[in-house]
């Protein structure tokens, strides 16, 4: 628990350097056949709501299961420094027609700056994931599916991301999860509850 909390300290304190570096370089604007067809719209208030609403579930069921917490952790420690590889490989230019996230929470983390091209992969998407594979009770998990793809077609009614970002966010979680489920937790259960995926 304790080395996880520093690591995601660390990471979270190099953030803002690594956002401004991305947003100064040139980058790819997709063709995206989705994002073409829907109009955007300003959705930040219900995008905020979602993600911060579910953090909160996390929180208190982490407060009375604090493996939750651990294994939440490390897998955010994880996701993280896949995305800034990711984001560093893949250079891409903001969507058309983006309507700008406003966020009050994760803007400390942006450095208090307009962040657009953190796209590859979904940040948003894959914080919720990652719960999905934390939170043991069925009810939970069903909710964070419904709040997923609630968030998916919010992030895409905005233009914030690109459809792709979005669809490979639950691959590399689901990636990661086995790899950590083989190494750091292979004789870690949280509750009887949790499935196997």
């Known amino acids: 628990m304790i080395i996880g909390s520093v690591l995601v300290a660390l ?3 190099g953030m803002p350097m690594f956002f401004q570096h991305i947003e100064q370089r040139p980058g790819v604007q997709l063709h ?8 955007s719209h ?3 208030l219900y995008i905020f709501l979602i993600e911060w609403g579910m953090g909160l579930l996390t929180l208190i069921r982490a407060i009375k299961n604090p493996a939750i917490y651990v294994r939440y952790v490390w897998l955010y420690v994880a996701i993280s420094l896949t995305r800034l590889i990711t984001i560093t490989l893949v250079p891409l230019a903001a969507p058309a027609n983006l309507v700008e996230l406003v966020d009050p929470v994760t803007g400390i983390f942006y450095g208090h700056a307009v962040i657009t091209k953190d796209l590859f992969y979904s940040g948003h998407t894959s914080t919720l994931v990652a719960m999905y594979f934390c939170l043991p009770r069925k009810s939970d998990r069903k909710l964070v599916v419904v709040a997923t793809i ?6 895409l009614v905005q233009h914030v991301h690109y459809t792709i970002d979005i669809l490979a966010a639950p691959v590399f979680v689901f990636l990661l999860n086995r790899i950590m489920q083989s190494t750091l937790f292979s004789n870690v259960r949280i509750d009887q509850e949790v499935v196997e995926c």
Do not use: E, H, N, T
């Open 11 to 13: 990471v979270l304190s």
């Open 32 to 39: 995206d056949y989705v994002l073409a067809r829907i109009p």
């Open 42 to 44: 300003d959705v930040s």
């Open 150 to 155: 609630a968030m998916a077609c919010l992030l």
